[in-house]
């Protein structure tokens, strides 16, 4: 099992910044590759960014690209998420979730562990 805790939600207006963090924990060789996806009321879960954790390769959707940075600390077990330049779509609840397959996959799907989520709001 790997148990993901992610932090760093909150409230900021547009055009702010945010920094999300996901903590994992337990069986780590099970975190090959680390993604956060979101989800705004009454919408689909969506991928935002994803991250094989060996070689650092990214991956982002169109609607992120250029703005938000996914990242990770080695020693900490930990996934960043820097969200710049926040637009109030970008509103949601942000999940960490993690895969054992060394690829970037962006659908939820393949995604073994999730954490619980961590609310964002951009204000207008």
């Known amino acids: 099992q790997v148990q993901l805790v992610e932090s760093g939600g909150g409230l900021v207006q547009a055009g702010g910044s945010l920094r999300l963090s996901c903590a994992a924990s337990?069986?780590?060789?099970?975190?090959?590759?680390m993604a956060w996806f979101r989800q705004a009321p009454g919408k689909e879960r969506e991928f935002v960014a994803a991250?094989?954790?060996?070689?650092?390769?990214?991956g982002y959707a169109d609607s992120v690209k250029g703005r938000f940075i996914i990242s990770r600390d080695n020693a900490k077990n930990t996934v960043h998420l820097q969200m710049n330049s926040l637009k109030p779509e970008d509103t949601a609840v942000y999940y960490c979730?993690?895969?054992?397959?060394?690829?970037?996959?962006?659908?939820?799907?393949?995604?073994?562990?999730w954490g619980q989520g961590t609310q964002v709001t951009v204000s207008s």
């Open positions: 337990g069986r780590t060789f099970s975190k090959n590759s």
């Open positions: 979730a993690a895969r054992s397959v060394a690829t970037i996959a962006r659908t939820s799907a393949p995604y073994n562990y």
């Open positions: 991250i094989i954790w060996s070689s650092g390769s990214t």
